[in-house]
């Protein structure tokens, strides 16, 4: 017994390790959750004290304030994520008395745009309307396609377009296609395909670490611009539920416009927003934004929603619109 007295600790029963620095490439958190982790067996190693001869087992156990803490971090840490990521949806107050045609600059400069005069539009109805068109145009570019949609499955559209861009590729035509992480679900071989031909297919929010913060954040736009000089907006997607003209059940009614003009430059501003942001690739030149003339005289306006955390511009379109309808609104969703 160590001399000072009759009571003293002898010795523990099961020697533990003292809790050893972590190196290497953990990151600051890691090592941390590596010394909780050690720290935690150290304090809850049983220990064996002495009152006079007898020999008394004590479990040492962490307090149950650590968890606690710990489960507050936690929380405070998701919250903090969700107030970042999150979109604001503030209650709108909008009040106007005159016409559409007298809010038309108003509501153009509200959501984030303006208008544009000399456009041709040419609405495209059903999958029969809409993926000839698109072919025919993809077949025709000659500098540059690009391609963002949602939804891609494989099938028998899915293989028409994935060939007819690949010759285009194969022609020298820059191909740049952005597919959802969630619904882009492009074939191996399809993929493979394009990219032996030289096209360029990417994912917008694919599932990984770094995007666990966004990935409610989902890519719905589908659009397609041609050289610079004609672009596809609408609602098809790459799936074969959306061929024929909505004729059963397992096929959809849609509609898309061709659009010709210079709103075409708005079309693939908002194609270059994404693909930016995926892949840092910023595309510049005539083959892109070339200079476009009137084309028609149709007005359009292009109003897109962005993944920041401000209210919706497209919601405030709605909005707008709504406000400035006088005899009748009809909505098709």
Known sequence: ????????????????????????????????????????????????????????????????????????????????????????????????????????RSITGLTFGDCSEGNELKILHYGEGFFPALLEAIEGAKKSIHFETFLWKEGKISDQITKALAAASRRDVKVRMLLDGQGG????????????????????????????GRMNNRDHRKIVIIDGKTAFVGGHCIVDTWLGHGQDKKHFSDISVRLRG????????????????????????????????????CKVHAARITTVGSSSSVKLLHYLVIECAKESIRIQN
């Open 262 to 297: 210079p709103a075409v430059h708005e079309v693939q501003s908002t194609f270059s927003e994404n693909w930016v942001e995926e892949t840092g690739d910023v595309f510049v030149g005539e083959e892109y934004f070339p200079e476009l003339n009137k084309h028609g005289d």
């Open 1 to 104: 017994m160590a001399p000072g007295g009759n009571h003293a600790l002898i010795e523990t029963a099961a020697k533990t390790e003292q809790p050893q620095r972590r190196t290497g490439s953990f990151s600051k958190f890691g090592r941390l959750l590596g010394y909780v982790q050690d720290l935690t067996r150290t304090m809850t190693a049983p220990m064996l004290t002495s009152i006079g001869t007898n020999l008394i087992t004590h479990p040492v156990t962490m307090p149950v304030v650590v968890p606690a803490i710990m489960a507050l971090i936690i929380i405070l840490l998701a919250v903090v994520l969700w107030s970042v990521k999150r979109r604001r949806e503030p209650d709108l107050h909008i009040k106007h008395d005159g016409t559409f045609e007298e809010a038309l």
């Open 185 to 212: 679900k492009i074939t191996k071989d399809q993929k493979k395909k394009l990219a032996e031909a030289g096209a360029r297919v990417e994912f917008f929010h694919p599932w990984r670490i770094s995007n666990l």
